[in-house]
């Protein structure tokens, strides 16, 4: 699913595109998503300027004069800027026109995306407001993990990845900072000393802004708002490597499911 580096590619990618422009239009195929489209409270979006795109964990903020379009990817979705009038195709279940001729066209095979509407502060969203720190801003750090983790048994690797702790470490970054931090992902989360979580959170940085560098992974469904893949795949270390040799050691590297997620390491480089 896209994750918060493909998220982020997206922000980016569409911003100049849509900032400053008007909605001219919005037009939903499909509203049947992980919860229904509210298509008569979208149409207020209608007419209204777009001041910014943001994004919070992997959600996306359309920041308009009056309001705001909340859009999250779900396990299969993207977003597209393609030319008023260009046929859309099986999955493409909504589109925002724009006042240049543009459109924005939501694609979403598995339907488990969400395209919502906000007046007042979308921070204050129910999805929103409870989300833990961003894991590229300033108040996330070792001390903050540390802190948070004291007393919890879960394992690191699902600790990292609740987003009441920190908003939006996915799987495949999950394992590859683990391994680049040295800690066993099975390792509860209450037993982590500080100086060691203060690499892992060095880590967690690292890793998501070379994989926004690099512009996301492609690993199924995932595609750049251009439709051009994303290329961190070709700098993964663990994830999907299991019985492949550890780029550090040389030994296999191991594949068990934690949390319902399956989880890559490196046994002997990872404690």
Known sequence: MPELPEVETTRRGIL???QGRRIAGIRVRQPRLRRPVPVAELQRAVGQRVHGVERRAKYLLLRLDRGTVIVHLGMSGSLRLVEQGTPPGPHDHLDLALDDGAVLRLRDPRRFGLVLWWEGDP???PLLRDLGPEPLGDGFDGAYLYTRSRGRRVAVKP???DSHVVAGVGNIYANEALFR???DPRRPAGRISRARYGRL????KAVLAQAIGSGGTTL???????GRPGYFHLELQVYGREGQPCPRCGRPIRAVVLAQRRTYFCPHCQR
């Open 220 to 226: 199924r469904d995932f595609l750049r708002e251009d």
């Open 201 to 204: 959170a060095g880590a967690i």
């Open 123 to 125: 921070l204050e969203h």
């Open 181 to 183: 931090a040295g800690i």
């Open 16 to 18: 100049s595109h849509l």
């Open 159 to 161: 600790f990292i990845m």
